[in-house]
Nanobody, 115 residues
């Protein structure tokens, strides 16, 4: 069973920065992609950043230029650096991983941006 454990969430002021971490229980290069999604209250979960097994990153338009995703194969950890945070970035952030037809999600970490 794949386990994804997020950490690094918290309360931050608008304009501030925060870096999230996702520790995977397996070799992250076994996944075709890994990513970060978020879900705000009353909203659907949206994928905001992904990184392929080859290292190509992609971002949702709402976070492009402000968020950066990268991974460390030595520790099987995926990171999401968030800068210039806005109140609308407030959400539970989830780590995700895809392998073949299976998609896995972590339990999430809360990010709250105060204005």
């Amino acid at each position: 069973q794949v386990q994804l454990v997020e950490s690094g969430g918290g309360l931050v002021q608008a304009g501030g920065s925060l870096t999230l971490s996702c520790a995977a229980s397996e070799n992250i290069f076994d996944f075709s992609y890994m990513g970060w999604g978020r879900q705000a209250p009353g909203e659907q979960r949206e994928l905001v950043a992904t990184i392929s097994v080859g290292g190509s990153a992609d971002y949702a338009g709402s976070v492009k230029g402000r968020f950066a995703i990268w991974k460390d194969g030595t520790t099987n950890t995926v990171y999401l650096q968030m800068s210039s945070l806005k109140s609308e970035d407030t959400a539970v952030y989830y780590c995700s991983a895809r392998r073949a037809r299976s998609e896995y999600w972590g339990q999430g970490t809360q990010v709250t941006v105060s204005s």
